[in-house]
């Protein structure tokens, strides 16, 4: 399982599972970020610590930092 | 079909939807010029309504609802889409409510419609952007989305206009025949747990919100459950309420299962189930358009450099593509002004209606130009998509801040004016955000200061250079800019950790698609946020100018200790030609000076003096940063009138500025030394001498609380400062 700063840009993954602050869970659930949904890692940014995730069609970007609870199992090469 | 009596109120048609769908457009589209903007009952939130027709015998009532990715809310401001969408009171419930959907974003609309199938209410969505959709090489089968979803799908293109008859057409037949737009819930809460949860908070639902329907409470059972927490900040929800669902929360959890999970995922789960019904693949799926255009414009250094300029363009707009604008109308006012004293003959009302209504409704419509012009930028950046970028971009350095990327554009513009500035401050989401860049965007460097550092360093500087290369004067000009930055910057880090602090809220930034701006939007929204600025602070501006008109003014006829009129006898009698007509002049403005020195604005002046000499002012500077309270620039003119030069003295004056140099105190010393000239600067950089400012303030805060502790706290620190300016360096030897 790996979390956002461990992923490569490109990589497809899948939300394994998401942890912490409630309020924060639930917007990104809200979103269609629910365990089992294909993520894409589409951009970092090192100075910054933000990456942006493609989600069900939509991009939203997050703090690493911020996000460290959220944990990802990458997608067997096909 | 039932006959609309003539008296009854229209139909409420509410139109929501995710944020950037298009949605003003549609409403746009929909409404024509017709529009009224007001306020939400108690919150800064902006509502925008229209009386439409949509047929010859349809009228009916169109209001905006802000947008929103779901219904559940944690503060006051989100729960407005709950209250307007499911009518609960205070709101009236609507008769029917139009979803915008982003074609290219299908699942995150369909979680939003899904949610306000539930509610019960008859519902319309209109499928905006389908054209993009098929760019990205996607079709949506709306006839098969619309037996899906069991409600009237209609493809809409508000950047064309085309589809919006038949929206018309079908809220027609919605409204007469509610029941084609009413379907059931399009999926059931997933095992008995979750249902007994439901059905408890339910059982708990305030009788007004359930208008008698069982399905409706469901629906508003589950809002509770995602949206009441202990630290919400939500209203009209009653204490048995919040203690039922604050129980079910705690049973869940002990039983290991997360509620907010089982119902946000049966939402999506149907929706995974039953997308592939009506969105299609035609061919191969490319990288779209905003994905190359981010490849550029989020580009580490590329797009840093795009950032900068269209910041500068931004902020050269409002600093100097203003200023042929606001000169027409500062000209406009004083034609105005000269018109009406040629009218009426001299008196008290032609002096009320020049001094102070004319001069009042000058000072607020001279920042309609900036207001204009910021808005503009604000709603082509957010038009466009790029607003989101800007936050993204900025996100590190107004982190370090602990704010929030959006409040760079607001702080930038303070520099320029801090009115709109602080208008654009709602582009914000999270209320203390907003109030914590309120606070500090006074501090910012704006344009009135200018002539007053001008005149100040141009009397007391010598234009001379360090080193032969740097010029004083300039090096000065451009310290006192980065004195305000780092003070505001210094308040900002203070205040967010005290007064204003704000429990860490990780970012969520959404990306919207790339679209080509509707400048006709674009131009109404500016227009109709500038009017609210003209309708609610513009009021407050107009009475403050009257009132400093009276004190300015006031008392009329005073005894003096000269006889003007004696003086203006011999001199008569002495002199002829344009050597009399200049000993005249001189005479005027002196007794102009004398009536104002026994004004009650020259006696407050007195009265406080004692607090400011530590500072190294005397009264007459008193009086100058009374006046300068109407607007910064003020100060130049009323210190023209204090020291008998005229009141159309202005920076480049140089009878001002030699006046200023030899102004001296009782014992010969000079008034003004540099010393004293950077203390008043200091005091000019921090004090909050601008009632309009204060009254824009008050307009987004709705209170008097706020713009009471701004204008508290920043004069406090402006007299710390300047006394530790002062103090200082007269104890290192300066005088």
Request: include cysteine; glycine fraction near 8%; hydrophobic fraction near 45%.
């Amino acid at each position: 399982m790996l979390t956002l700063d461990q992923m490569p840009v490109g990589a497809r993954s899948r939300l394994e599972s998401i942890d912490g602050d409630r309020t924060f869970r639930r917007r990104l659930m809200e979103m269609g970020l629910l365990p089992g949904t294909p993520v894409r890692l589409t951009r970092r940014v090192k100075v910054g610590g933000l990456v942006e995730l493609r989600v069900r069609g939509c991009s939203v970007s997050l703090r690493v930092k911020e996000a460290d609870r959220l944990r990802f199992v990458m997608d067997a090469d096909p | 079909m039932t006959l609309l009596n003539p008296t009854d109120p229209p139909p409420l048609v509410t139109l929501c939807g995710n944020p950037n769908t298009g949605k003003t457009s549609i409403f746009n589209r929909l409404t024509g010029l017709n529009q009224k903007v007001g306020n939400y009952p108690g919150i800064t939130v902006e509502k925008y309504e229209a009386q439409i027709t949509l047929d010859a015998d349809h009228p009916a009532v169109l209001c905006d609802v802000p947008g929103t990715n779901s219904l559940s809310a944690h503060s006051v401001e989100e729960q407005i889409a709950i209250l307007a969408i499911a009518g609960i009171p205070p709101l009236n419930p609507p008769d029917l409510t139009v979803v915008v959907v982003d074609a290219t974003q299908l699942p995150r609309g369909l979680y939003l419609v899904l949610q306000i199938i539930e509610t019960g209410g008859p519902v319309i969505v209109a499928l905006n952007m389908v054209d993009l959709l098929e760019r990205e090489g996607l079709e949506v089968d709306t006839e098969a989305m619309q037996r899906e979803l069991g409600v009237p799908v209609v493809p809409v293109s508000g950047l064309t206009g085309e589809g919006i008859d038949h929206l018309r057409t079908r809220m027609v037949d919605v409204l007469d025949a509610p029941e084609i737009a009413r379907a059931e819930s399009r999926w059931e809460p997933d095992g008995a747990a979750v249902r007994a949860d439901i059905d408890a908070v339910a059982e708990a639902l305030p009788e007004s919100w359930l208008r008698k329907s069982p399905a409706r409470g469901q629906a508003l059972a589950m809002w509770s459950l995602l949206s009441i927490e202990e630290h919400d900040e939500l209203e009209y929800v009653s204490a048995g309420l919040r203690e039922t669902v604050a129980a079910r929360h705690k049973g869940a959890d002990a039983a290991g299962r997360d509620l907010d999970r089982e119902i946000i995922e049966s939402r999506y789960s149907w929706i995974d189930g039953h997308l592939g019904r009506f969105l299609h693949e035609t061919t191969r799926r490319r990288r779209s358009l905003t994905e190359r255009i981010d490849a550029v414009m989020l580009h580490p250094w590329i797009g840093f450099a795009l950032f900068l300029l269209v910041m500068g363009v931004t902020f050269q707009a409002l600093f100097s593509w203003s200023a042929p604008a606001i000169e027409l109308i500062e000209v406009g006012i004083a034609k105005l002004a000269a018109f009406t004293q040629t009218l009426l003959p001299d008196g008290m009302i032609e002096d009320f209606l020049v001094g102070g209504l004319i001069a009042g409704v000058g000072s607020v419509v001279v920042f309609l130009p900036q207001i204009l012009l910021l808005f503009f930028f604000i709603g082509l950046m957010e038009d466009t998509g790029y607003m989101a970028r800007v936050a993204f971009i900025m996100d590190r350095l107004m982190r370090l801040l602990g704010l929030h990327g959006r409040a760079f554009v607001p702080m930038l513009s303070g520099f320029a004016c801090a009115v709109p500035a602080v208008l654009a401050t709602r582009t914000m989401g999270r209320q203390r955000d907003r109030f914590l860049t309120m606070m500090v965007i006074p501090l910012m460097t704006c344009s009135a200061r200018l002539p007053v550092y001008t005149l100040i360093i141009a009397a007391l500087f010598p234009p001379s250079r360090i080193a032969g290369i740097f010029p004083v004067q300039g090096l000065l000009m451009l310290a006192m800019y980065m004195f305000s930055t780092v003070m505001a910057l210094i308040v900002v880090a203070v205040l967010g950790r005290t007064l204003l602090r704000g429990e860490a809220v990780p970012l969520i930034l959404e990306m919207p698609s790339y679209r080509r701006p509707h400048v006709r939007d674009v131009l109404r929204m500016m227009w109709m946020r500038s009017s609210l600025f003209l309708r609610e602070a513009g009021g407050i501006i107009l009475v403050c100018t009257i009132v400093l008109w009276v004190l300015l003014s006031f008392p009329k006829n005073p005894t003096l200790d000269t006889d003007y009129a004696t003086l203006r006898t011999d001199a008569q009698e002495t002199l002829s030609g344009a050597e009399l007509d200049e000993r005249l002049a001189q005479l005027a403005d002196e007794e102009e000076g004398a009536i104002f020195r026994r004004s009650y604005a020259a006696r407050m002046g007195q009265v406080i003096e004692p607090a400011l000499a530590p500072l190294g002012f005397d009264w007459k500077i008193g009086v100058g940063i009374i006046g300068a309270f109407a607007a910064r620039e003020v100060f130049i003119s009323t210190m023209g009138v204090v020291y008998g030069v005229g009141a159309s003295a202005d920076e480049e004056s140089p009878t001002l500025r030699s006046r200023i140099r030899d102004e001296t105190r009782d014992d010969g010393r000079p008034v003004y030394t540099p010393l004293v000239g950077l203390s008043l600067m200091v005091f000019f950089a921090l004090a909050c001498q601008c009632m309009s400012t204060l009254a824009v303030v008050r307009r987004e805060t709705r209170s008097w609380r706020w713009p009471a502790f701004l204008f508290a706290y920043m004069t406090v620190l402006a007299w710390i400062v300047s006394f530790a300016v002062y103090q200082g360096g007269r104890l290192l030897g300066f005088s």
